[in-house]
């Protein structure tokens, strides 16, 4: 990476976290000793998993049915929308980027959570700093490459433990999971982190995905059982 680029996601990033430092410090955040967040830190003295969510040891696959066949040669990552540089990533150019281990827990909304997932990726917010979002922008849609849409809101998105991962449980991300790169919400339900991620698609005004526009609640906190809307 050139350094002038570098400089550029350096100043992207810091001028984020100025942008949205205060309202992540008012919603739920992996430094929360308790009771909103994720992970073993934040589930220390507190029930081991969220309002009406059953631990599993297995790892069972949700979507849509359609399982889309990417291979690493042919994962594109779309950066667009809200942006200054709207950029297309290859799988050779997100492995570029700075590289994060993170181990956290996976609850999906039908009240399964998999706890202590170790996860390998690129943070979201290294990701959307190359292309830079706007001033006026506020939310993300995420798209999967079998058409699945899911909304976040970049305060969410840019949290330190939302990443686009391609290695869980040291193995490369199985195609059934979302291979070769998913996203993953952590602090929220897991419909929210979108499989074969193909598109960030930066807004400036919430639009709801796939699920959202059927029910499922906006925001999504389990910690808050916030499951339907
Ligand atoms: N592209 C895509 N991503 C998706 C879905 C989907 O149908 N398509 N389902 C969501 C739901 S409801 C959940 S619980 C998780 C399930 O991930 P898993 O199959 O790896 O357990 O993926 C989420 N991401
Ligand atoms: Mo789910």
Redesign the pocket.
Known sequence: MSEDKQDRIVAARMKLMARFKQAQAATPSVADAAPMGTGPENRHGMPAVPPGQTVTEK??????GIKPDVSPAQFRLVVDGAVEHPATLTYEQLLALPQVEDVSDFH???TWSKLDVPWRGVRVSDVLAVAGPRDDATHLMCH?S?G?TTNVSLVEALKDDVLLAHTALGQPLEK???GPVRMITPQLY??K????ICRLEVLTADRRGF?EERGYSNTGYPWRNDRYS
Do not use: I, Q, R, S
């Open positions: 790892w069972p696959v949700l979507d849509l999906c909304v039908t999967g079998d699945y059934d999971h979302g897991a419909w982190g979108a499989k074969w699920w």
